[in-house]
C-alpha cells in the first residue's frame, strides 16, 4: 500500500477514535432528569408505564450510573424532605439492593 492510500486511512480510524471518546467526554454530568417522580400516579415506585426501557431488569447499574442519579431535588418538597445526602448514602452502603425499598420491585419478582 503506498502512502496516499494510508493516510487517508489514517484519518479515518482518529474520527472514528475521536467519535467514540468525544461520547465519553460528552458523559451526563448534570445527572439524569425525568422531571417531578412524585407527580406520577405511584410515586416513587416505577410502574411499567414510565419504566419501558427499564422494566423487569434487575440491574439497575447497567443503565443508572450512581454518579448521575439523586444528585438533584425535582420533588418541589424540602430538601429536609427528600434528603438526598441520606438517599446517596443508602444507595452507597446497600448498593443495587436498596433500589427496591423506595422504587418498588420494578416487575422482578422478589
Ligand atoms: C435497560 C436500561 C435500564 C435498566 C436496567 C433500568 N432502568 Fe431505570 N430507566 C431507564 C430509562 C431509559 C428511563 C427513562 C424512562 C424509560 O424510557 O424507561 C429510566 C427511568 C427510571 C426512573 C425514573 C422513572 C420516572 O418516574 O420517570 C427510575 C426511578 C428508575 N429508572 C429506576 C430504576 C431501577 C430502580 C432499576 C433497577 C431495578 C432500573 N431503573 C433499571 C433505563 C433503565
Ligand atoms: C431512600 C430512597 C431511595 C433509594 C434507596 C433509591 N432512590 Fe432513586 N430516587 C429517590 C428519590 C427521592 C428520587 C427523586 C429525586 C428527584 O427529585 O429527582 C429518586 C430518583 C431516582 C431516579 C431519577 C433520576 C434522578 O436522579 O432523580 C433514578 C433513575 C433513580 N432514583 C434510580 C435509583 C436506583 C437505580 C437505586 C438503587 C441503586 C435508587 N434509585 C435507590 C429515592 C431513592
Not at 32 to 41: F, I, K, Q, V
Not at 58 to 63: G, L, P, S, V
Not at 80 to 99: H, M, N, Y
Request: glycine share 10%; with cysteine.
Amino acid at each position: 500500500m503506498n502512502t496516499k492510500r494510508i493516510i487517508p486511512l489514517i484519518l479515518a480510524s482518529t474520527a472514528i477514535v475521536a467519535l467514540l471518546f468525544g461520547c465519553g467526554d460528552s458523559a451526563d454530568i448534570e445527572g439524569e432528569d425525568y422531571g417531578n417522580l412524585l407527580a406520577s400516579p405511584a410515586g416513587l415506585v416505577i410502574v411499567e408505564e414510565e419504566h419501558p426501557t427499564g422494566w423487569m431488569r434487575a440491574q439497575c447499574f447497567a443503565c443508572h450510573e450512581i454518579r448521575n442519579i439523586h444528585t438533584e431535588n425535582r420533588t418541589h418538597l424540602p430538601d429536609e424532605e427528600i434528603d438526598l445526602p441520606g438517599v446517596r448514602a443508602i444507595v452507597r452502603t446497600q448498593g443495587e439492593a436498596s433500589c427496591v425499598l423506595c422504587h418498588g420491585d420494578n416487575g422482578v419478582p422478589q
